[in-house]
């Protein structure tokens, strides 16, 4: 038997009711899951290998993006704190070497007050074969930044070459995965040794917490020269936006470094993405471009201002010696004004005013 008309109306009304909402429904869910896949559609081969992309970063940097490091999302619980934070560093073959920096860097970690557990959460992220291999002889958690097989990073003069220039980009694409798995990070670079606990002094308002190299204005934390050595940010949408933002920054300074175009977008990320950011101190968060004499406050100290790996390192070793002398002094030793203070960094401080 046939439909009337006004019979098949009313079932093409009811068809229609409920075709719509889950024609619309669909929609949404595609729509997310397309921003979804924008936001990964960058790809990487392997264990980091990029795949070399058709043309330059979209002014957007959301047409290229970040998506896998294979085998991170199972490294990260195994490093992670009770807090999901991990704590970040590079090194290379030349910065592996036994008594270059990765060395003084971990045994700062022994060496500081109430810093020790904080080594069973660092991840070394080694940019080439010779650093790997180092790393894994040393310390629990390595990871294996694969990058172009013609790019040596294996130099002790890597800083500011056209080399360090493209490793410090990648690194941003690696932390910018590490928010997207929901993790915290603390990076620090391999130049930077640790004497107390640094979250004590990172403000848990901020989603992006960094050194500077110059600390002079309090009330307004962006009007003073961030230094992304070291850096915090947490995993939120807006941390995450962030650091695409930073990245597609890149097309419109194509020369610069991260840090330089960072601190030519810092005002951009606070009014266009609603990044809270704050400068850090160097009264706690000290360097040879800013030097802080006073033992009493410090919590981290970066060879930043500094020319030169062996400078670097000889510099550094002066100063964990001088904390060594410090830690051995008695609380009332101390308080009387014993040992508290140390002297300028002697052959880094000749190159200040030349940042890394």
């Known amino acids: 038997m046939g439909f009337g008309c006004k019979e098949g109306s009313h079932l093409a009304s009811f068809l229609l009711g409920a075709v719509l909402p889950t024609a619309l429904l669909f929609f949404l869910v595609s729509d997310r899951l397309g921003q979804g896949l924008s936001s990964i559609s960058m790809t990487w081969a392997g264990n980091g290998t990029q795949q070399q992309p058709a043309g330059p970063l979209a002014q957007e940097g959301r047409d290229r993006e970040v998506v896998g490091f294979a085998g991170l999302a199972e490294l990260l619980p195994r490093v992670a704190m009770e807090d999901r934070t991990v704590i970040l560093t590079l090194a290379?073959?030349?910065?592996?070497?036994?008594?270059?920096?990765l060395d003084i860097y971990r045994e700062s970690f022994r060496n500081g007050e109430d810093t020790a557990h904080f080594l069973d959460h660092v991840l070394v992220v080694a940019v080439d074969a010779g650093g790997f291999d180092r790393c894994k002889a040393v310390?629990?958690?390595?990871?294996?930044?694969?990058?172009?097989?013609?790019?040596?990073?294996?130099s002790a003069s890597m800083f500011r070459t056209k080399e360090f220039v493209e490793l410090v980009w990648l690194k941003l694409s690696f932390q910018q995965r590490i928010l997207e798995l929901g993790y915290n990070f603390l990076f620090m670079d391999a130049d930077i040794i640790m004497f107390r606990n640094p979250f004590r002094h990172i403000s848990v308002y901020a989603d992006m917490s960094l050194s500077t190299d110059y600390y002079r204005d309090t009330f307004a934390p962006l009007n003073n020269e961030l230094n992304t050595g070291l850096y915090y940010m947490k995993s939120t949408n807006r941390s995450i936006?962030?650091?695409?933002?930073?990245?597609?920054?890149?097309?419109r300074f194509p020369d610069g470094s991260e840090q330089d175009v960072f601190n030519k977008i810092k005002h951009e990320l606070v009014s266009k993405v609603q990044g809270r950011i704050e400068g850090l101190d160097?009264?706690?968060?000290?360097?040879?471009?800013?030097?802080?004499?006073?033992?009493?406050?410090?919590?981290?100290?970066?060879?930043?201002?500094?020319?030169?790996?062996?400078?670097?390192?000889?510099?550094?070793?002066?100063?964990?010696?001088?904390?060594?002398?410090?830690?051995?002094?008695?609380?009332e030793e101390r308080r009387k004004g014993g040992f508290n203070k140390w002297t300028p960094p002697a052959r880094c401080w000749k190159t200040i005013g030349w940042n890394v």
């Open 92 to 101: 290379n073959e030349a910065w592996a070497q036994p008594g270059s920096l």
């Open 139 to 154: 310390h629990p958690h390595c990871y294996h930044l694969e990058v172009n097989k013609s790019t040596n990073l294996s």
């Open 241 to 251: 936006e962030m650091i695409r933002y930073w990245r597609a920054a890149r097309e």
């Open 282 to 331: 160097t009264a706690y968060f000290s360097g040879f471009c800013e030097f802080h004499d006073d033992l009493n406050r410090v919590c981290t100290m970066h060879a930043n201002c500094c020319i030169g790996l062996a400078n670097k390192v000889l510099d550094l070793k002066d100063k964990a010696a001088d904390w060594r002398n410090y830690t051995a002094l008695t609380t």
